[in-house]
């Protein structure tokens, strides 16, 4: 059975720094496309940040320059360090995994809650 498993999420003072991780069990990270989601109150669900297992990485323009994907095959996680937070970084933010050659599959964490707030 597949886990995709959040942590790292909580409060923040605006221009501080978070780090989330995310941990995969239970699939390979072969061929696949590792990635960082974010979903605020009453906006769609949005990209962040993703990287492939090849190490190829791919930022929203409102992450660039502020956040890092990174990933670690061997330990089947991704992490996404965040610099420079606003309130306007304040969501639910969700970690993907999907692969799109065969066998294909999706999955989806539980989400972690990111609040930048003085």
């Known amino acids: 059975q597949v886990q995709v498993v959040e942590s790292g999420g909580g409060l923040v003072q605006p221009g501080g720094s978070l780090r989330l991780s995310c941990a995969v069990t239970g699939t390979t990270f072969s061929a696949t496309i590792m990635g960082w989601f974010r979903q605020a109150p009453g906006k769609q669900r949005e990209l962040v940040a993703t990287v492939t297992s090849g190490g190829t990485t791919r930022y929203a323009d409102s992450a660039e320059g502020r956040f890092t994907i990174s990933a670690n095959n061997a330990k089947k996680t991704v992490d996404l360090q965040m610099n420079s937070l606003n309130p306007g970084d304040s969501a639910v933010y969700y970690c993907?995994?999907?692969?799109?050659?065969?066998?294909?599959?999706?999955?989806w964490g539980q989400g972690v809650q990111v609040t930048v707030s003085s």
């Open positions: 993907n995994i999907c692969r799109v050659v065969t066998p294909t599959f999706t999955f």
